[in-house]
């Protein structure tokens, strides 16, 4: 069994939801938590000090794109990823699985790895297992996952049983390679004082007994966390919700749960009603580059002409910089001028409104009040508003 890295502070009693903190090399995180992605080493126009006042815990960066440019080498001259961008918080860097499936221009699946070309230059490369805890370690990353196959939905489910044999092949050998860096493992320049914990991933797209087998077979590898991929790609909300309630059962209560890439307001409540603790997604800031706000009303989008005189804050109840010194006048005038300014500044409340938001549902948990904090934000919550 692998020592503990997380702790449960709450347990709702009407429903799964618990907050908890998880410990890592660069410091803890409260869950539950929403995690900014910041995809080649930034979250798209937002900086570091922003993110900080905006309240976020932990950022999000990929392997796959930090692989290609600027290179495992540059990032280890510079000290690790922590030093290279200058974040003194943690860290979460993903296999790079799925944007060699999804960007790249060819991608061939063989028993010791993956071969791709890069959707940059058209490079061939080819990524084993290994190689990918090697890059994260390299990084200095402080939660990291093992290469896997995201299958597409809709999927046969006999393209589904192969993938899961070849995830699940390749997430022993990450584990092995994992190991041999613990037990060798000496603390490093921005890398903290203890190695980067591994977190298993659940596949098995939409099919309930291939979920749960996925689960169990995870779990006898004993991995630090659980991570859970392949949702969000298109499968109707319904059918996700049922997929992680026949999943998050079969996970073990005492690690945390991560659910991978899905990021709007109401599957976030409904995830964490389930159990799931931790999230990433690119909602926030790639609906803020497109003029789309959220607000505890719901969300609208800035460039309707309702807007040419409204000189109320995007949401008068937010502690953002942009709500406390903008309106959403100026924002829509930003917009339709296209200037740079309008995507940053609706990008930065939204962070602030989904790092608040997980916040929120931490307080209710604590509280005991997750249930009347859910229903009455459903109440208000508008899915789209003119």
């Given at each position: ?358 916040d929120s549902m931490r307080k209710a ?19 789209s508003r003119v």
């Amino acid at each position: 069994m692998m020592p503990s890295c997380f702790e449960i502070k709450n347990i709702d009693s009407k429903t799964r939801a618990r907050a908890g903190v998880l410990i890592t090399a660069h410091g803890e995180i409260k869950t539950p938590v929403f995690m900014p992605v910041g995809t080649q080493a930034t979250v798209k126009t937002i900086s570091n000090e922003e993110l900080v006042r905006a309240g976020a815990q932990v950022i999000l960066s990929n392997t796959y794109h930090l692989y290609l440019r600027p290179g495992e080498a540059v990032i280890e001259a510079a000290g690790g990823l922590h030093r290279f961008i200058n974040w003194q918080r943690p860290i979460l860097t993903d296999s790079g699985g799925f944007q060699i499936f999804s960007l790249s221009t060819l991608n061939k699946i063989k028993e010791n790895g993956v071969e791709f070309k890069s959707h940059i230059d058209g490079s061939k490369h080819f990524l084993t297992p290994e190689d990918v805890i090697r890059i994260q370690t390299t990084l200095g990353s402080d939660i990291i996952m093992p290469l896997d196959e995201c299958v597409k939905h809709p999927s046969a489910r006999g393209y589904i049983e192969r993938s899961l044999e070849t995830t699940h092949a390749w997430a022993r050998r990450s584990k092995e390679a994992w190991l041999r860096n613990v037990r060798a493992w000496s603390p490093r320049p921005g890398g903290g004082e203890t190695p980067p914990l591994l977190f298993g991933i659940v596949q098995g797209g939409t099919e309930a007994d291939l979920r749960k087998r996925s689960a169990k077979i995870l779990v006898d590898m004993d991995f630090p966390g659980y991570s859970i991929g392949g949702l969000s790609v298109g499968e109707p909300t319904e059918l996700m919700y049922e997929t992680l309630n026949a999943t998050l059962p079969e996970l073990p209560k005492d690690k945390p749960r991560y659910l991978m890439g899905v990021g709007l307001p109401l599957d976030l409540l409904e995830a964490v009603s389930q159990g799931v603790d931790m999230f990433d997604c690119v909602v926030p800031t790639r609906n803020g580059r497109n003029a789309t706000v959220f607000t505890s009303k719901g969300r609208f989008l800035l460039r309707g002409a309702s807007y040419i005189r409204d000189f109320r804050p995007i949401d008068e109840d937010c502690p953002c910089y942009t709500c406390h010194n903008h309106t959403r006048a100026y924002l829509r005038h930003l917009f339709n001028s296209e200037e740079y300014l309008a995507g940053r500044l609706a990008s930065l409340h939204n962070l602030t409104f989904f790092i608040q938001l997980l916040d929120s549902m931490r307080k209710a948990i604590e509280q005991e009040r997750f249930v009347e904090f859910r229903k009455e934000f459903e109440s208000n919550f508008e899915p789209s508003r003119v």
